[in-house]
C-alpha cells in the first residue's frame, strides 16, 4: 500500500500539484468570467427563479425537475469536500487555502454555467427511454472527437470511484468510528447495502432521496457550525483577517503547524476548492442532463448556484469553526497512519524557529538538511528508550508522547527503521500530533455551544453529506458505462460500485485521498480543453436564450401574446 501511495503522490505532483494546473483551472474560469460578462452576478436572480420553477414547462423533456436535478448535483459536490477537504485544506496550506477555494467557487460559478448548458445542449435519450448527457456527448456530437468523449466517460468512471465512493465512505466509517467506537466494517457493510438499494432505482429514486437529503443536512450542518462561530465571536475577525492577510504571501507558523508557502496555499487551496465544487469537472452536467427543461440555458442558470451554496457557504462556514476555535494549529492525541508518517534522523522541535525553517523545506520537498532515520528503536513498554536521535514526524507535524503497541498491549522490543518507515507496518504508533480532514473539522465542532455533543453534528453531517455523494456519483457513473458499452453495462458497474464502497470503509485515509486528487485531474483536463473550444457557440446560444424570450413558461408566453393583441387591437 505504501508503494501505491507513492505513485499516486508521484502522479499527483504531475498533475493536481503541480504549479501549472490551478493556473490553467481558474484561467478557464476567468476566461468564460469576462468573455460572457460576469453571469454569475448578472444571472443570479434569474437562476433562482428557474429553479423554484417560475419558467417550467409541462411539456418539457426530462426525467427530472430543475431543483431535482440541482439537489442531485449538490449532493453530489456537498460531501467530504466540505467537511473533511476544508479541514485538509487549511491542515495543509494554513487560512490562505480558504481565499482560494472562495476564488475557486466564485470562478467556477461561471465554468459550470458553461459546462451544463453545452452539455445539456447535446444530450439524447437513451434506449431504456432515460435522458443522458455530459460533456461526452458534446465531444461526439458537436466537436467530433469521439475519442476525447471515450477517454472523459473512462475518467468518469474511474473518477466516480475515487471521487464519490472511496473517500466518502471512508469518511463516514471514520467519524463513526471515532465518536461511536463502531467497527469500520460494520458501518461499510450497512451503508454498501443501503446505497444498492437506492441506486438500483436509478435516476428517480436518486432524484427522490437526495432532494430530502440535501435540505436536511444544510440546516442541520449549518446550525452545527453556527453553535461554534458564536461560542468563537472574539476569533471571527481575526481569522478573517488571517485569510486575507496570508493569501498572497503563505500562512506562518503557528503552534504545531510549520507554516505554508504562498505557492503551497494556493495550489491547495484550489485543489480542494475543486473537489469540494467540482466546477470544470464535468459532473454536474450529467446530473443536470435529466432535468426536465426545453432550453439548455435555463439548466446552466441553476448550476451557477452550486459553487454558491458548495463553497462560498458551507465551505466558508466549516472553515471559520476550524480558524475561530483554533484546533488547526493544537496537537492531539490519534492513531498514526503510516502514509503520514516519517521518521528523521535528528531532535527537532517545533519551538526553535531553524527547525521549523528546515522541516518545512523536508515535507514541501524542498531544500532541506533533514534526512530519513535508518537504524534500529529501542521500545520498552511502549516508549522508545533508544541512544540514537530521531524525530518522529506525523501529519506534518512534530509528533509528541509518542507510544508503541501492538493491539492494546504496549509494545517492548527493537523497531527496524528503513528510509524513514518502520519496517514492521503490525506496530500502531500513537500519539499527538496534528490532525486534518475530517479529525480536524470533528474536533473544532466540540469547540462550540454544543460543547463535546458537537462532534455528533460532524458524524452525522458526513454521514448524509457523503453518503447522497455517493448515490449522486453512482449516477454518473453509470451513465458513462451507458454512454460507453450501452444501457446493459449498468447492472455491473453498479455491483462494482457498491463493493468498493464497502472496501473503501477499511482502507488507509491518506490513500484514499490522493487516489481521489489524481482522478479528478484525469477526468477534468478533457472538459476543460472542450468547453474552450466551443466558446462561441456558449456566448451565441446565452444570447438566443434572451432575444427569442425562451426563458419565459407557457402560461407567460400566452399572457404576453394576449396583451400584444390586445395593444395591437387598440391601436
Not at 476544508?86 to 494554513?94: D, M, N, R, T
Not at 478573517?240 to 503557528?254: E, N, Q, R
Not at 454512454?483 to 490513500?511: C, H, K, N, Q, S
Amino acid at each position: 500500500m505504501e508503494s501505491f501511495n507513492n505513485l499516486l503522490l508521484t502522479m499527483d505532483g504531475m498533475l493536481g500539484s503541480a504549479p501549472w494546473f490551478p493556473w490553467v483551472l481558474l484561467g478557464v474560469g476567468l476566461f468564460f468570467t469576462l468573455y460572457l460578462g460576469f453571469p454569475q452576478i448578472r444571472y443570479f436572480g434569474h437562476a433562482l427563479k428557474v429553479v423554484r420553477g417560475k419558467y417550467d414547462h409541462s411539456s418539457a423533456p426530462g426525467d427530472t425537475s430543475h431543483f431535482q436535478a440541482l439537489s442531485t448535483a449538490l449532493s453530489g459536490t456537498v460531501g467530504t469536500g466540505n467537511i473533511g477537504g476544508v479541514g485538509l485544506a487549511i491542515f495543509l496550506g494554513g487560512p490562505a487555502a480558504l481565499f482560494w477555494m472562495w476564488v475557486t467557487a466564485f470562478l467556477g460559478m461561471t465554468t459550470k454555467f458553461v459546462e451544463v448548458t453545452l452539455s445539456h445542449k447535446y444530450r439524447e435519450r437513451t434506449e431504456d427511454g432515460t435522458m443522458a448527457g455530459g460533456p461526452m456527448y458534446y465531444m461526439e456530437k458537436r466537436l467530433n472527437m469521439k475519442w476525447l468523449a471515450v477517454l472523459f466517460a473512462i475518467a468518469t468512471v474511474i473518477s466516480s470511484f475515487g471521487t464519490g465512493s472511496l473517500p466518502q465512505v471512508n469518511n463516514i466509517a471514520q467519524a463513526m468510528h471515532d465518536t461511536f467506537g463502531l467497527s469500520k466494517a460494520v458501518t461499510g457493510g450497512v451503508l454498501a447495502v443501503l446505497l444498492g438499494m437506492v441506486i438500483i432505482g436509478g435516476i428517480s429514486r436518486i432524484a427522490k432521496v437526495t432532494s430530502t437529503i440535501v435540505p436536511v443536512m444544510a440546516v442541520l450542518y449549518i446550525i452545527g457550525a453556527l453553535a461554534v462561530i458564536f461560542a468563537n465571536l472574539e476569533n471571527i475577525v481575526p481569522s478573517f483577517l488571517s485569510v486575507f492577510s496570508d493569501a498572497f504571501t503563505g500562512s506562518a507558523a503557528a503552534g504545531g503547524f510549520l507554516g505554508a508557502s504562498f505557492a503551497y496555499a494556493f495550489n491547495r487551496g484550489v485543489n480542494r476548492g475543486l473537489f469540494s465544487n467540482e466546477a470544470g469537472q464535468g459532473s454536474a452536467p450529467i446530473a443536470h442532463a435529466a432535468a426536465r427543461a426545453n432550453e439548455p440555458v435555463s439548466e446552466g442558470m441553476v448550476s451557477i448556484l452550486e459553487p454558491f451554496i458548495d463553497t462560498i457557504i458551507i465551505c466558508t462556514l466549516t472553515g471559520l469553526v476550524i480558524l475561530s476555535s483554533g484546533v488547526w494549529t493544537e496537537k492531539h492525541e490519534n492513531l498514526f497512519q503510516s502514509a503520514d508518517m516519517k521518521i528523521v534522523a535528528g531532535q527537532y522541535t517545533d519551538g526553535n524557529d531553524e527547525h521549523v525553517q528546515e522541516l518545512f523545506g523536508f515535507l514541501s520537498n524542498g531544500d532541506s538538511k533533514v534526512e530519513p532515520f535508518d537504524g534500529t528503536i529501542f521500545v520498552y513498554n511502549g516508549s522508545a528508550i533508544s541512544d540514537e536521535e530521531f524525530t518522529v514526524i506525523h501529519a506534518r507535524s512534530v509528533a509528541e508522547n509518542v507510544r508503541y503497541q501492538v493491539g492494546e498491549d504496549l509494545f517492548t522490543g527493537n523497531l527496524e527503521v528503513r528510509g524513514g518507515q518502520l519496517v514492521n507496518q503490525n506496530i500502531e504508533v500513537w500519539g499527538d500530533s496534528l490532525v486534518h480532514s475530517v479529525a480536524l473539522t470533528n474536533r473544532a465542532f466540540q469547540r462550540g455551544l454544543f460543547g463535546e455533543y458537537g462532534s455528533l453534528i460532524v458524524t452525522f453531517g458526513i454521514l448524509l453529506f457523503a453518503f447522497s455523494t455517493a448515490i449522486a456519483w453512482s449516477y454518473y457513473g453509470d451513465r458513462s458505462m451507458t454512454y460507453l458499452f450501452g444501457p446493459r453495462a449498468v447492472m455491473p458497474y453498479r455491483l462494482v460500485y457498491v463493493i468498493a464502497f464497502f472496501w473503501a470503509a477499511i482502507e488507509d485515509t491518506t490513500v484514499i485521498w490522493n487516489l481521489s486528487a489524481v482522478a479528478i485531474v484525469v477526468m477534468t483536463l478533457p472538459n476543460l480543453f472542450g468547453i474552450s473550444v466551443l466558446h462561441r457557440e456558449m456566448k451565441s446560444t446565452v444570447n438566443k436564450y434572451w432575444e427569442t424570450e425562451a426563458y419565459l413558461s407557457d402560461a407567460q408566453k400566452s399572457e404576453k401574446a394576449k396583451m400584444a393583441a390586445a395593444a395591437h387591437k387598440a391601436e
